[in-house]
T-cell receptor, first 113, second 110 residues
């Protein structure tokens, strides 16, 4: 079974803090993704990575950066957290040949106060 | 632009069939997907259909594709309380992105 784990289920941070969300997958997938999920807005892609040290912007990259130093790990960084980044963050991964067959982690619910 | 639309809510009785509908806009989409999100969990891929197919069946799940009308449906036979979840329709868009619907919340009543 593919397993995608995220470092925290719930996180509370203050405005202006630097926030790191970690994601690890154990199935040697080439592609990894970060989404945010908000009521009424659905899932929106923040960034994805198709290889170590490679990344591409998604639909809403502003205010976020990512890091992929190892194949199994993909980090999302909020450089200076703001209240409008309060959301559910979902990490996913997929094989190179099955880009859209994505396996999701359980999510991190981030609250910025 | 690319867009995927779904009705937001569906309520059925246990044992009945559920039909969740979706419309999409990009006729060049090659694959269309159904994902399920249970309460407090991430999404899981349920099934998908290639655009040159009309129907795909997988146990209790049947996917129907009407390419002319750009309409996709997911039928769940003998719906159980464990099927209560949010169901997302998604199409494989351009630039290696999935275009997601907002999800249909399925409530199964005993």
């Amino acid at each position: 079974d593919v397993k995608v784990t995220q470092s925290s289920r719930y996180l509370v941070k203050r405005t202006g803090e630097k926030v790191f969300l970690e994601c690890v997958q154990d199935m040697d997938h080439e592609n990894m993704f970060w989404y945010r999920q908000d009521p009424g807005l659905g899932l929106r892609l923040i960034y994805f990575s198709y290889d170590v040290k490679m990344k591409e912007k998604g639909d809403i990259p502003e205010g976020y950066s990512v890091s992929r130093e190892k194949k199994e790990r993909f980090s999302l960084i909020l450089e200076s957290a703001s209240t409008n980044q309060t959301s559910m963050y979902l990490c996913a991964s997929s094989l190179q040949g099955a880009f859209y067959e994505q396996y999701f982690g359980p999510g991190t619910r981030l609250t910025v106060t | 632009g690319e867009d995927v639309e779904q009705s937001l809510f569906l309520s059925v009785r246990e044992g009945d069939s559920s039909v969740i509908n979706c419309t999409y806009t990009d006729s060049s989409s090659t694959y269309l997907y159904w994902y399920k999100q249970e309460p407090g969990a991430g999404l899981q891929l349920l099934t998908y259909i290639f655009s040159n197919m009309d129907m795909k069946q997988d146990q209790r799940l049947t996917v129907l594709l009407n390419k002319k009308d750009k309409h996709l449906s997911l039928r769940i036979a003998d719906t159980q309380t464990g099927d209560s979840a949010i169901y997302f329709c998604a199409e494989a868009g351009n630039n290696r992105k999935l275009i997601w619907g907002l999800g249909t919340s399925l409530a199964v009543n005993p």
